[in-house]
C-alpha cells in the first residue's frame, strides 16, 4: 500500500537553531516527491518536486533531498517566519492523479 | 488574477441547508481535485477530474456531490451534511501530463456544520 510518513509530528527551535524534517514513503514506482508548506486556516503552497534519488532543490534557508526511501527537508538558521505546517506527498508512477500526503510536521520557531 | 481561487473562505450551515463551494484555477491545468482536511489527519483526497470527467472517488457519503463543468471550474455541491463534516476543504489542480506534475491548492473553505 502507497503511504507517507512524516516525522516528527511537531518540532520546536530556537530562531538560528538548524534542523531537517523527514519524510518516510512507500509507493510503487515514484513518480514525483513534494514539499509543501501550510500555514494556519490557508491552503498548502508548493515548495519542491523532487523525481529521483540524489537530486536536491533549494530555496532561500529551505533544502530538500531525496533518497529511495526518504525525502529530508532541511531548515538551515531559520526565522520565526518559517513556522508552519510543512507537507510532504508522493506521486505513483501508475497514478498521476492522485497525490498521497503525509500527516505533516508543525514547525514552531522561536525568537 | 492567477492560481487557484476557492468561494467562500467560511461556511456556516445547518444540517439541512444545501449549499455549494466553488474552485477556479487560472493555470492552464485539466485536472482538478476536492481534498478534505481535518485536524490532526492527513488530507484526505474526495474528488479527482481529469479533462472534466470524474476518475476518482474515494468512497465519499452521497452529501457530497462534485460538478466540474469546465476544466477551469469546480464545484461541491453540499446537503444534509453531519457536524463531523466540518472542516477545511481544498481545492488543488494540476497538469499530470507535463513534466511538473506538482498540485496547486487554493485557500480553502472553512466549513462549519451546526
Known amino acids: 500500500e502507497d503511504q507517507v510518513t512524516q516525522s516528527p509530528e511537531a518540532l520546536r527551535l530556537q530562531e538560528g537553531e538548524s534542523s531537517s524534517l523527514n519524510c518516510s514513503y512507500t509507493?510503487?514506482?515514484?513518480?514525483?516527491l513534494f514539499w509543501y508548506r501550510q500555514d494556519p486556516g490557508k491552503g498548502p503552497e508548493f515548495l519542491f518536486t523532487?523525481?529521483?534519488a540524489g537530486e536536491e532543490k533549494e530555496k532561500e534557508r529551505l533544502k530538500a533531498t531525496l533518497t529511495k526511501k526518504e525525502s529530508f527537508l532541511h531548515i538551515t538558521a531559520p526565522k520565526p517566519e518559517d513556522s508552519a505546517t510543512y507537507l510532504c506527498?508522493?506521486?505513483?508512477?501508475?497514478?498521476?492523479?492522485?497525490?498521497?500526503f503525509g500527516s505533516g510536521t508543525k514547525l514552531n520557531v522561536k525568537p | 488574477e492567477t492560481g487557484v481561487t476557492q468561494t467562500p473562505r467560511h461556511l456556516v450551515m445547518g444540517m439541512t441547508n444545501k449549499k455549494s463551494l466553488k474552485c477556479e484555477q487560472h493555470?492552464?491545468?485539466?485536472?482538478m481535485y476536492w481534498y478534505k482536511q481535518s485536524a490532526k489527519k492527513p488530507l484526505e483526497l474526495m474528488f479527482v477530474?481529469?479533462?472534466?470527467?470524474?476518475?476518482e472517488n474515494n468512497s465519499v457519503p452521497s452529501r457530497f456531490s462534485p460538478e466540474c463543468p469546465n476544466s477551469s471550474h469546480l464545484f461541491l455541491h453540499l446537503h444534509t451534511l453531519q457536524p463531523e463534516d466540518s472542516a477545511l476543504y481544498l481545492c488543488?489542480?494540476?497538469?499530470?501530463?507535463?513534466?511538473?506534475?506538482?498540485?496547486?491548492f487554493g485557500q480553502g473553505t472553512r466549513l462549519t456544520v451546526v
Open positions: 488543488a489542480s494540476s497538469h499530470p501530463g507535463q513534466t511538473n506534475t506538482e498540485a496547486f
Open positions: 509507493v510503487s514506482g515514484l513518480r514525483g
Open positions: 523532487l523525481y529521483s
Open positions: 506527498a508522493v506521486q505513483a508512477v501508475y497514478n498521476f492523479n492522485k497525490f498521497y
Open positions: 493555470l492552464g491545468h485539466n485536472a
Open positions: 477530474y481529469s479533462l472534466e470527467e470524474r476518475v
